[in-house]
């Protein structure tokens, strides 16, 4: 290895993790938002974004036995990489079973069944797929925690290529590398958002689909590579959302406030828990309307859009983490029920 690869791949070990998370956690920049005021260019955003849109749509509900006694369906046979699709199981043994033990595993991720009804025979669990995961053939794993019945068995699933297409940002070296004096906080909030995701309310705080945090448009999908100054740095795992400094944000489904507080990357940041290992993200606002802890019913005021953290400009990122995949958020609103 030339003294340079070895200096441009250590920059890739020192850089990317950090970088990656900005771009995870937030829009670093977003060329694609205009300054307050501007007006907004047709963008290549909202045709990825329809064309990710059609990919999800096209869905084939599918009806599994996989074995006798036990029903698995699923809002559709295949799934675009970061996208999202429901399992519902049903169960017809004379043994309930215990919603606790019941999980259901794509790879390594692993996703959470919750009743629906009180009789607890049918359940459903949101199974998100990480954005980029290779096209083909997988299957889901369904653990039923059952003491007696059957405990495990395999249900098919395809997973398609999303299409999502790159950007190229311009942006300050400053912005794609942070200072060195910054580190130890981004390392401390990276610690404290990882623990944060790992805690599961196994209580439903929503109900039916989610509704938009603001009425608007879309001016940097989910899912598009971001190239940062010709060089490929990631992906946006959020949705922008078009919105001036002081544009309510609303909350899109009930939940638990679990962060209100600012943040490196993402601004003065709002992080939803409704349950079940389902978190939804509003980043770069200019003022906070709720405290950790609270209890929000839908629409409830979160706070004011805004510029704060990273941004060359005002809009919302929204960001949806189920169980540590970060999805687009815009299944929220076609999948859940
Ligand atoms: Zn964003």
């Not at 990825?48 to 036990?70: C, N, Q, R, W, Y």
């Not at 060195?180 to 990276?190: D, H, T, Y």
């Amino acid at each position: 290895m030339t003294a340079n690869a070895k200096c441009r791949l250590s920059n890739r070990i020192l850089i990317s993790p950090v970088f990656a998370l900005a771009l995870a956690l937030g829009c670093a920049t977003s060329s694609a938002t205009p300054p307050s005021g501007a007006p907004l260019k047709p963008d290549a955003a909202t045709t990825v974004s329809a064309e990710a849109d059609a990919a999800s749509l096209k869905a084939t509900p599918a009806v599994f036995h996989p074995v006798k006694g036990i029903d698995v369906e699923l809002s559709s046979d295949h799934v675009i990489d970061g996208g999202m699709l429901m399992a519902k199981l049903t169960w017809s043994f004379p043994k309930k079973l215990d919603p606790n033990g019941m999980t259901i595993h794509f790879e390594e991720n692993e996703f959470f069944f919750y009743p629906l009804e009180s009789d607890l025979l049918s359940f459903e669990a949101l199974i998100a797929i990480p954005h980029n995961k290779k096209p083909g053939n997988y299957e889901l794993t369904v653990k039923t925690g059952a003491t007696t019945g059957p405990t495990e068995f395999k249900i098919p699933l395809t997973v398609v290529d999303g299409r999502y297409k790159s950007e190229t940002l311009h942006v300050a070296p400053k912005l794609v590398n942070p200072p060195p004096k910054e580190m130890k906080r981004i390392k401390k909030e990276q610690h404290e958002l990882g623990e944060m995701y790992k805690l599961i309310r196994r209580e439903k705080l929503w109900k039916g689909p989610f509704v938009m945090p603001v009425e608007s448009i879309v001016t940097s999908p989910y899912g598009g590579k971001r190239l940062y100054n010709g060089e490929l740095a990631g992906a946006h795992l959020g949705l922008d959302l078009r919105a001036q400094v002081g544009t309510p944000i609303y909350a899109p489904a009930g939940g638990v406030v679990v962060m209100a507080k600012n943040l490196y990357y993402t601004g003065n940041t709002v992080i939803l828990d409704h349950g079940y290992g389902i978190f939804t993200i509003y980043a770069h606002m200019s003022k906070l309307k709720v405290k950790k802890g609270m209890k929000v019913e839908p629409k409830k005021l979160l706070g004011l859009a805004g510029m704060t953290g990273r941004v060359t400009g005002p809009h919302l990122h929204w960001g949806a983490v189920i169980q540590h995949v970060r999805a687009n958020p815009q299944d929220l609103m076609r999948v859940l029920r």
